[in-house]
Antibody, heavy 116, light 107 residues
């Protein structure tokens, strides 16, 4: 069965970076986009972008240009998102979700807390 | 960006009641809209894709319809396990955008 296993919660300092992971199993990793979504209480959900692990192509929400960097490792079927120059506005739960248009399976989410 | 306006933001309903949630998009997106259910502390689950198709394994009491820029999710007879947050997602064009969500609770 399709599973997306995300890394654990992160507590990080303002100005730093964090890299979270999403390990896929149960399907051909290189055949589906992997999307990333931000969820904040009260601010709803925001789509960050996607990466196609088959060739590394990416598409970002302009709002997250310079903030998020998406990568994928085909050998381990793992997608990554690095968030840089973190501020309190980046504190949120981040989900990965299998694409293309139908984001059908989601990871359990990673809570990132930015605090000094 | 395509704006998605979801209503209501919260909803109180009784067991067995018919429930309807609506998303309206700022421009035409054909049928490129999905519906999700999310329970506290859990990942969202896909209910309906391409506006009207029921995801495999989801109960048949969930259905989706659309007309123009208006999309509806209907639960024909509310069950206790349906208490959750529901949201829509337009995937017609990037950036994909979400409705703000509907919190469904039991009356």
């Amino acid at each position: 069965q399709v599973q997306l296993q995300q890394s654990g919660a992160e507590l990080v300092k303002p100005g730093s970076s964090v890299k979270i992971s999403c390990k896929a199993s149960g399907y051909t990793f290189t055949s589906y986009d992997m999307h990333w979504i931000k969820q904040q209480p009260g601010n709803g959900l925001e789509w960050i972008g996607w990466i196609y692990p088959g060739n590394g192509n990416t598409k970002y929400n302009q709002k997250f240009n310079g903030k998020a960097t998406l990568t994928a490792d085909k050998s381990s079927s793992t997608a990554y998102m690095q968030l840089s120059s973190l501020t309190s506005e980046d504190s949120a739960v981040y989900f990965c979700a299998r694409g293309g248009r139908v984001l059908d399976y989601w990871g359990q989410g990673v809570m990132v807390t930015v605090s000094s | 960006d395509i704006q998605v306006t979801q209503s209501p933001s919260s909803l109180l309903a009784s067991l067995g009641e018919r429930v309807t949630i609506t998303c309206q998009t700022s421009q035409s997106i054909s049928n490129n809209l999905n519906w999700y259910q999310q329970k506290p502390g859990q990942a969202p689950m896909l209910l309906i894709y391409y506006a009207t198709s029921l995801q495999t394994g989801m109960p048949s009491r969930f259905s989706g319809q659309y007309s123009g820029r208006s999309f509806t999710l209907t639960i024909t007879s509310l069950e206790p396990e349906d208490v959750a947050n529901y949201f829509c997602l337009q995937h017609y064009s990037a950036p994909y955008t979400f409705g703000a969500g509907t919190k469904l609770e039991l009356k």
